[in-house]
């Protein structure tokens, strides 16, 4: 469910006219699930995969300290491609639902 979850996310993004720049960069901090670039801004998406809303919509899942974990990800990520500095850097949770995708974009 998660991989696919993340490839509709992906393909979300391409179709708007972002570059999905990585896909699962992982350390030992953690994983970041989208990357992308569009003109001068840097999205990390976070991508939250369920079959039903039984435990709650997907996005509920991106608690606090979550979004701390995934800036110091992002600001990992950043310092590991230098190329990207002078970006604005936005931070969206694509939240698929059964077969429905949801973009919260700078959801935090």
Not at 66 to 80: D, E, G, I, T, Y
């Amino acid at each position: 469910m998660g991989r696919q979850g993340e490839s509709l996310a992906a393909a979300w993004y391409r179709d708007r006219g972002y570059q999905v720049v990585d896909r699962n960069w992982r350390t030992r901090s953690g994983e970041l699930d989208l990357v992308a670039l569009r003109h001068r801004t840097l999205v990390f998406c976070e991508v939250k995969a369920r079959t039903t809303d039984a435990f709650g919509v997907p996005a509920e899942a991106v608690n606090r300290s979550k979004q701390v974990r995934l800036r110091r990800l992002a600001a990992q990520w950043m310092a590991s491609h230098p190329a990207t500095r002078g970006r604005q850097v936005r931070f969206d949770v694509a939240c698929v639902l059964g077969d429905t995708l949801e973009v919260i974009e700078g959801a935090f």
